[in-house]
């Protein structure tokens, strides 16, 4: 494939740090560094580190591991590490094709690095509708104009993918005739931030032959990729690109902990590098303490250890999900319509009764009754009103759910009233 297509002017202007590159030379033990203006670590008070589980193990962390996690480091994160999860994919996904791995700072980082390198100012980029709002806040300071693609149950409307990019620029719902065909999909394959929704593998091979026909690169955020709550997880974009076309997202996050804001990307050597190239003049590196506390740990379990794990977090969010889905079904029959999320923390929620604008109802009168809900507008790529709220599962009791889901059927009832619309509870 040629990249270069794929590669913004910004991307493309940014050099490798001079010190920066030395990076890879400094933890050689033949080799004697006056350049790099590294802090002697004789001066640092940390000794060393103890890490205790749940379980009651004690992980006493290696001492030049955490020796090492306390000086600056490679911009690609730990080797260790770094090496762990291109194993981790490796055994996961099986890509069909070579692929580099870099570190960041939580998905977000390199989600907005992502971001960042492919998109010139003016250009459009694929998204879908909804779409996570971190994302599109985000996209926003990047000036760029949202083209987005139907979804349904299953993810991804292939139709409308492709009626989009067939029929550019007449498609564009921007309205612009002389704007440059979308070279980027960014998606939420698995369990989508707001609605809950995972593509099946029908679907996404569906819009993966696509992305293929018109060049288009796959952003493949999939946070919640180890929150599928099957007897066996749907295979990624990543796992079927034969092509060289997707980037991948993953996050420690939602599986590990969200404060040590560990992620990695995943892709070709070539956008890889352009993103490794931004961190390198930017933040440097991920935080090394975080990544030594990872591993530490992968290290321990092994991979076999770590996909134990991800099975009972996704038991626990499937648990809670069945929970929430019961006490929907109670208070919000004849209120809302939903689907049933596979994966993931999220239930996008229709309202009825009439509603139309939930961001009103949210802010001016599910407040009022202590009870608090996402506006479906966060997630819009333009910011239309909307009947829709995302409400998550992963963080109440039950007894939370059944209390905070009745305050807000007393909402929607109040609202049905003034609309002059009749709640029928009658399958409650």
Same mark, same amino acid.
């Given at each position: 494939?040629?990249?270069?297509? +794929?590669?913004?002017? +910004?991307?493309?202007?940014?050099?490798?740090?001079?010190?920066?590159?030395?990076?890879?030379?400094?933890?050689?033990?033949?080799?004697?560094?006056?350049? /790099?203006?590294?802090?002697?670590?004789?001066?640092?008070?940390?000794?060393?580190?103890?890490?205790?589980?749940?379980?009651?193990?004690?992980?006493?962390?290696?001492?030049?591991?955490?020796?090492?996690?306390?000086?600056?480091?490679?911009?690609?994160?730990?080797?260790?590490?770094?090496? #762990?999860?291109?194993?981790?994919?490796? $055994?996961?996904? &099986?890509?069909?094709?070579?692929?580099?791995?870099?570190?960041?700072?939580?998905?977000?980082?390199?989600?907005?690095?992502?971001?960042?390198?492919?998109?010139?100012?003016?250009?459009?980029?694929?998204?879908?509708?909804?779409?996570?709002?971190?994302?599109?806040?985000?996209?926003?300071?990047?000036?760029?104009?949202?083209?987005? @693609? /139907?979804?349904?149950? +299953?993810?991804?409307?292939?139709?409308?993918?492709? &009626?989009?990019?067939?029929? #550019?620029?007449?498609?564009?719902?921007?309205?612009?005739?002389?704007?440059?065909?979308?070279?980027?999909?960014?998606?939420?394959?698995?369990?989508?931030?707001?609605? !809950?929704?995972?593509?099946?593998?029908?679907?996404?091979?569906?819009?993966? $032959? =696509?992305?293929?026909?018109?060049?288009?690169?796959?952003?493949? %955020?999939?946070?919640?990729?180890?929150?599928?709550?099957?007897?066996?997880?749907?295979?990624?974009?990543?796992?079927?690109?034969?092509?060289?076309?997707?980037?991948?997202?993953?996050?420690?996050?939602?599986?590990?902990?969200?404060?040590?804001?560990?992620? #990695?990307?995943?892709?070709?050597?070539?956008?890889?590098?352009?993103?490794?190239? *931004?961190?390198? @003049?930017?933040?440097?590196?991920?935080?090394?303490?975080?990544?030594?506390?990872?591993?530490?740990?992968?290290?321990?379990? !092994?991979?076999?250890?770590?996909?134990?794990?991800?099975?009972?977090?996704?038991?626990?969010?499937?648990?809670?999900?069945?929970?929430?889905?019961?006490?929907?079904?109670?208070?919000?029959?004849?209120?809302?319509? #939903?689907?049933?999320? *596979? /994966?993931?923390?999220?239930?996008?929620?229709?309202?009825?009764? !009439?509603?139309?604008?939930?961001?009103?109802?949210?802010?001016?009168?599910?407040?009022?009754?202590?009870?608090?809900?996402?506006?479906?507008?966060?997630?819009?790529?333009? $910011?239309?009103?909307?009947?829709? =709220?995302?409400?998550?599962?992963?963080?109440?009791?039950?007894?939370?759910? %059944?209390? /905070?889901?009745?305050?807000?059927?007393?909402?929607?009832?109040?609202?049905?009233?003034?609309? !002059? @619309? $009749?709640? &029928?509870?009658? %399958?409650?």
């Amino acid at each position: 494939m040629d990249y270069s297509k +794929h590669i913004s002017e +910004h991307s493309k202007a940014r050099n490798p740090s001079a010190i920066r590159a030395l990076m890879p030379y400094l933890n050689r033990k033949d080799m004697i560094s006056l350049g /790099a203006g590294q802090p002697n670590p004789a001066t640092f008070p940390f000794a060393g580190l103890t890490l205790t589980l749940k379980t009651g193990e004690k992980i006493d962390m290696d001492g030049a591991l955490f020796n090492r996690a306390l000086s600056y480091d490679l911009s690609t994160g730990q080797p260790l590490l770094n090496e #762990w999860l291109c194993e981790l994919q490796r $055994k996961e996904h &099986n890509p069909p094709v070579k692929f580099d791995l870099a570190i960041g700072s939580g998905s977000q980082d390199l989600l907005t690095k992502a971001l960042e390198m492919m998109i010139n100012e003016g250009d459009a980029i694929l998204v879908e509708t909804p779409t996570y709002t971190g994302a599109l806040s985000f996209l926003e300071t990047l000036k760029c104009d949202l083209s987005d @693609v /139907a979804t349904d149950e +299953h993810g991804i409307i292939p139709e409308s993918l492709e &009626n989009m990019l067939a029929n #550019w620029p007449e498609s564009n719902p921007n309205g612009k005739k002389d704007q440059p065909r979308p070279h980027c999909l960014y998606t939420i394959p698995s369990g989508g931030n707001p609605t !809950g929704v995972s593509a099946s593998l029908e679907r996404k091979q569906a819009v993966y $032959k =696509i992305c293929s026909k018109y060049d288009v690169i796959i952003l493949e %955020d999939d946070a919640y990729y180890y929150l599928q709550f099957g007897e066996k997880r749907t295979p990624s974009y990543f796992s079927m690109d034969v092509d060289g076309r997707v980037l991948r997202c993953d996050s420690m996050s939602k599986i590990l902990s969200s404060g040590l804001r560990l992620g #990695w990307i995943t892709g070709p050597q070539p956008l890889i590098e352009r993103i490794t190239m *931004h961190t390198m @003049v930017t933040n440097l590196q991920p935080s090394g303490v975080p990544q030594a506390m990872t591993y530490a740990l992968l290290e321990k379990w !092994g991979h076999d250890g770590f996909f134990a794990h991800v099975q009972r977090v996704a038991d626990f969010y499937r648990e809670k999900r069945d929970q929430f889905v019961e006490s929907l079904q109670r208070y919000m029959t004849g209120r809302a319509e #939903w689907t049933v999320p *596979h /994966a993931g923390m999220f239930v996008w929620l229709r309202l009825l009764g !009439g509603i139309t604008d939930s961001y009103d109802l949210v802010m001016q009168k599910a407040l009022k009754e202590n009870v608090l809900a996402i506006p479906g507008l966060a997630f819009m790529p333009h $910011k239309t009103k909307n009947e829709y =709220i995302r409400v998550s599962f992963s963080n109440v009791t039950k007894e939370e759910m %059944d209390e /905070a889901l009745r305050r807000l059927a007393v909402v929607v009832d109040r609202e049905a009233v003034l609309n !002059g @619309v $009749k709640i &029928n509870t009658n %399958d409650a």
